[in-house]
T-cell receptor
């Protein structure tokens, strides 16, 4: 699985958009970008994933650059409950079973 | 619809002892993975079970073993506990589609974890 690079921490004001970047310059053509988050003392929670097109769901939007070497997770209106560690993970969509390789993630702190 | 449930939530053991952690997957899911999360670190993959067999394993010693039952629930066993085994142990379930290629749905559902402290 390709390695990802994320900033260790970010801050965001409540109600503003939180844009979390992820670099995955060695991504292969069959690898997907997944985002999970982990709120303190809870298990990780799936947010969104994509291959090459931008994706949006009720939680967030995922913007993947055309060369697929980086992506941005967007929380459109951050709330205090969005304070968590956000993990960007790249893995093959078909053959890796359930294995996810977590890095250090980005600690997002949403301020009032 | 119950999500992934794990038990116990907290437990304390001493070095050399053995521990068994349990996991019930989300309804409809047939695949269970286990992760170890040390304090301040991201979760690390231990192994995955599908059809009652270990399908993939991370870089963990043989002291870590598991089992999956016909109802898809799973156990994680750790023998000869070390201080370094103190961690949050997470169970995740998913639905495997298209065997034997290992295709999975887009997401894993995690439980709240079992926090193990080894003294």
């Amino acid at each position: 699985d390709a390695k990802t690079t994320q900033p260790p921490s970010m801050d965001c004001a409540e109600g503003r958009a939180a844009n979390l970047p992820c670099n995955h310059s060695t991504i292969s053509g069959n690898e997907y970008v997944y985002w999970y988050r982990q709120i303190h003392s809870q298990g990780p929670q799936y947010i969104i994933h994509g291959l090459k097109n931008n994706e949006t769901n009720e939680m967030a939007s995922l913007i993947i650059t055309e060369d697929r070497k980086s992506s941005t997770l967007i929380l459109p209106h951050a709330t205090l409950r969005d304070t968590a560690v956000y993990y960007c993970i790249v893995r093959v969509g078909g053959t890796s079973y359930g294995k996810l390789t977590f890095g250090q993630g980005t600690i997002l702190t949403v301020h009032p | 619809d119950a999500g992934v449930t794990q038990s116990p939530t907290h437990l304390i053991k001493t070095r050399g002892q053995q521990v068994t952690l349990r996991c019930s997957p989300k309804s409809g899911h047939d695949t269970v993975s286990w992760y170890q999360q040390a304090l301040g670190q991201g979760p690390q993959f231990i192994f995955q079970y599908y059809e009652e067999e270990e399908r993939q394993r991370g870089n963990f010693p043989d002291r870590f073993s598991g089992h999956q039952f016909p109802n898809y629930s799973s156990e994680l066993n750790v023998n000869a506990l070390l201080l370094g085994d103190s961690a949050l142990y997470l169970c995740a379930s998913s639905l495997l589609i298209g065997p034997p290629t290992g295709l999975v749905s887009g997401e894993l559902f995690f439980g709240e974890g079992s926090r193990l402290t080894v003294l």
